[in-house]
């Protein structure tokens, strides 16, 4: 079980890698950039949610981004206290960058 957390945006070769590893049981955070990656009904966000993991998205980018009002329902909005709990329960943890 692995916590990555992605800050790039979908036409990214991080945004690929990323992809190819996380798996069912992982959870993906979308912080910065990654953030938009979770407008609903758009491939990236397509993709996330195939790819099987639990889909997160930091709250302050979102709403920095000005999409928090288009992110898909299945990706969980959370503040930082949410990011340290994750990061309390994911013992492995990759950044994409």
């Known amino acids: 079980m692995i916590l990555h957390t992605l800050n790039t945006g979908p036409n990214t070769p991080a ?50 981004a000005g999409i928090q009002n288009n992110v898909c329902n299945q990706a969980i909005l959370i503040d930082y206290d949410g990011f340290v709990g994750l990061s309390e329960r994911f013992s492995r943890q990759l950044a994409w960058y």
């Open 15 to 64: 945004f690929t890698e990323c992809l190819q590893v996380a798996v069912s049981g992982d959870a993906l955070l979308l912080t910065g950039d990654g953030a938009y990656c979770s407008i609903s009904d758009t491939d990236a966000c397509n993709l996330i949610l195939d790819c099987g993991a639990e889909l997160y998205v930091l709250e302050s980018d979102a709403r920095a």
